[in-house]
């Protein structure tokens, strides 16, 4: 708080920020007989109400009255420049825009990053007081420095993490959680072997030396600026004013000597802390300065041409049918390109793993009912295993080996689900076509091609119930990173709202897509029975 | 000492099998609920009535087509966390989820094996109606395989155990050994019941067999 005291000879310079504030805050109080901006306001009626959040550590936690953080230490000084009382107002990410914009703050503190779609609901305080960026954080033994070593892994990930689009645009799958505050645990109880979240929100824990000594940060990326608001209409003064003691604030190192105390990341700070003592910085227009201000994330994503179609149909049915539809999949371009893919690589999918069984089936009915007795226990040995095999643990498996010999890629991933559904599902129908080839040679005494043809009839509806079967599990292609339409719309829904009706819309697509593969291979079992009762 | 040796020198074993225990508790959810829902489809199918026959039908055919991965992930999204039925909560733990998602195979499964068991019993065959029971044996192991999906949400059962494990093996050769320790694990039990299955079938069936030859 001394540099806070200290009046360096930037002051006596009248283009310096400190005289422009100066000049700021003696017009607002000569308004106080009819303030009509929000400076005049708090100015003349003594305190400032500023919104914080209670619990986020070491950025603004509350215990009792008790409030502590690089958030509360800025909004106590900010108070203090002012010459005010500051009444703190509990907010949260829901909460924090409508709060200003409800009156009900003057300002909000409150760990809130700067993009170009919050732009249109506040006006955001210029420099910026932090910056934090996506961490990803998993266990030391692990050897991980960048994307290239993620890929095809899974990440713990919280919904509607602004970083999520950029995570699975990297070909990693994302397991979604509620609450960030559940991170930790699952990282601990080894749920989650790795976990991506604001560096902020990792801070704390990594104070605690038990989870220092496990996890690290491997790296981070998307960066984003967090920036103190206020209203957007009534509060250009003390926009103004706030601009300018950020700038004073950098300059003098104020806002680093708060981060040294609550021990978070200075590395951001240091930096500005250098830009604003630059003498093009250093003015009264400094905040206004391209060169020395930092941009607005630009997290709004490209609409699809028909997004006023969308919006128009989900207006109509809740307005008609009283439905809250929301279809994010149909609205932004990267989630339409997810969605569109999705169907097409799914319907790949379940083609292929169809033929795959059914080649399999004959390949190890043909194997179990040879005469080789080598072929025939060969043959036995790999279906006992692969039904001995959890389904998923055998999709592993395939695409383990896949990524052995082939760099990781969606056609690998799905080639090894396609090659891993068939002969999970070949497999046993393969041992359904050996047993009635075993009971057709003891009834009607045939053999060679003309026992097999007629094995495949009397086994048809067991090949039929394995064909249906390997186009239900194609789903559970998306747990080794095969870019289904299940993996597709979790990724859709990781950086979108609108959870309930994508699942849905998941739930019927996969429903009638099997019960066509249920008629068509009704038609085949048919057609096998037919062969047989007329041969 | 190799990476796989920590790995298995440590407390996997009785993780991997606490693990195990989890895929078996889910799979008694699944097939009691299924049964508790296949049922009574079962019974409305072999009815006289077209109507309750061609809702069973409808019901069955739906619940058949229902991919379980799909049905887990739908109701881990559709179902707040904070939904209460007239003041009970209704959120799902990490078990429940998928044990209800398993629900549609069993209880289409249920369903089929129950008609057959009834029509069994309206011709006079009560031994063949028993076969409903062995069905449903083969039924719950085929359940507890299927549960390893549990994995893909961060349940922690036996699969999941052994992909944890994996992920902090650097080599493919240990991957593939944790792998086959996984499958033998799981194919004990299932080659055992399984085998139990084809005993108790073999038994009804010769049973079925003397009676019919006594009449």
């Known amino acids: ?535 | 000492m190799s990476p796989l040796l920590q790995r298995l020198g440590g407390d996997f074993l009785p993780t991997f099998l606490a693990g195990m225990a989890v895929n078996f508790e889910i799979a008694a959810l699944a097939v009691a609920v299924g049964l508790v829902v296949g049922l009574p489809l079962a019974y409305a199918r072999a009815s006289a009535s077209r109507a309750a026959v061609g809702l069973s039908l409808t019901l069955v055919g739906l619940m058949r087509a229902a991919p379980t991965f799909v049905v887990m992930f739908f109701l881990l999204n559709v179902i707040p966390r904070d939904a209460e039925l007239f003041g009970i909560p209704l959120a799902l733990s990490g078990v429940m989820t998928v044990a209800l998602s398993l629900v549609p195979y069993s209880a289409a499964y249920a369903a089929d094996a129950g008609v057959e068991a009834l029509q069994q019993w309206r011709r006079g065959s009560h031994l063949g109606a028993l076969l409903f029971l062995p069905n449903m044996t083969r039924a719950f192991f085929v359940v507890v395989m299927s549960s390893g999906a549990a994995a893909a949400i961060g349940v922690t059962e036996g699969i999941s155990v052994i992909l944890r494990q994996a992920e902090l093996l650097p080599s493919l050769a240990d991957r593939l050994v944790l792998f086959a320790i996984g499958i033998v694990m799981f194919g004990i039990p299932l080659q055992l019941g399984f085998a139990f299955v084809r005993r108790l079938q073999r038994a009804l069936g010769s049973h079925m067999t003397r009676r019919q030859a006594s009449t």
């Open chain 1, 1 to 535: 708080m001394l540099l806070l005291a200290v009046a360096p000879a930037w002051s006596q310079d009248k283009n310096a920020p400190d005289a422009a504030l100066e000049q700021v805050l003696k017009e607002a109080r000569e308004n106080c007989a009819q303030p009509t901006d929000r400076l005049s306001k708090v100015l003349c009626g003594g305190r400032i109400r500023i919104g914080v959040r209670d619990f986020y550590p070491l950025f603004a936690t509350r215990e009792g009255d008790e409030r502590s953080g690089y958030e509360v230490d800025v909004a106590h000084a900010i108070a203090k420049r002012l010459g005010v009382d500051v009444e703190f107002h509990r907010v949260n990410a829901a909460s924090r825009i409508p709060m200003i914009g409800d009156d009900r703050i003057d300002l909000v503190v409150a760990t809130m990053g700067h993009n170009t779609q919050r732009d249109g609901q506040v006006r955001f305080i210029r420099p910026h007081y932090y910056q934090s960026e996506t961490t990803v954080v998993g266990p030391k033994s692990l050897p991980i420095k960048g994307w290239d070593d993620v890929t095809g892994r899974t990440i713990c990930v919280t919904i509607g993490n602004g970083s999520n689009a950029e995570i699975v645009s990297q070909n990693v799958r994302v397991m979604l959680f509620d609450e960030a505050g559940v991170l930790p645990e699952r990282l601990r109880d080894d749920t989650c072997v790795l976990a991506a979240q604001d560096d902020s929100f990792f801070a704390e824990y990594f104070t605690d030396p038990a989870f220092a000594a496990e996890f690290e940060q491997k790296f981070g990326f998307a960066q984003v600026p967090w920036g103190m608001a206020v209203a957007r209409s009534g509060s250009d003064k003390l926009a103004r004013a706030l601009d300018l003691m950020s700038q004073i604030f950098h300059r003098d190192g104020v806002f680093l000597e708060f981060a040294r105390k609550e021990r978070i990341g200075t590395a951001f700070l240091e930096k500005e802390n250098a830009i604003w003592k630059r003498p093009e910085c250093n003015t009264d227009t400094g905040s206004s300065n391209p060169a020395c201000v930092l941009p607005a994330l630009n997290a709004e994503l490209k609409p699809t041409p028909f997004v006023a179609s969308v919006l128009a149909f989900e207006d109509w049915t809740e307005s008609k049918l009283g439905l809250d539809v929301t279809l994010p999949m149909l609205k932004t371009a990267p989630a339409f390109s997810l969605f569109v893919n999705g169907v097409i690589n799914s319907l790949i999918l379940i083609a292929g793993a169809l033929v795959a069984t059914l080649a399999l089936a004959l390949a190890f009915g043909a194997a179990m009912g040879s005469s080789s007795r080598l072929l025939h226990w060969l043959a036995r040995a790999v279906t006992v295993t692969l039904q001995s095999s959890p389904i998923v643990l055998t999709l592993v498996i395939a695409a383990a080996l896949a990524h052995a010999i082939f760099p990781y890629s969606a056609a690998v991933a799905i080639g090894a689900a396609i090659l891993a559904l068939g002969l999970s599902n070949g497999s046993n129908a393969g041992q359904a076509i050996f047993e009635a080839m075993t009971s057709l040679r003891s009834e009607r005494q045939l053999s060679g091609v003309n026992l097999f043809m007629h094995s495949l009839g009397r086994s048809a509806t067991q090949i039929v119930a394995f064909l249906v079967n390997a186009a239900k599990g194609t789903p559970i292609a998306s747990f080794i990173g095969a870019p289904e339409l299940l993996s597709a719309l979790t990724d859709v829904t990781s950086f979108s709202s609108g959870r309930v009706t994508t699942y849905c819309v998941l739930l019927i697509f996969y429903i009638v897509v099997v019960m066509g593969v249920v008629w068509l291979c009704n038609k085949l079992r048919s057609f096998l029975e037919h062969n047989e009762a007329t041969a």
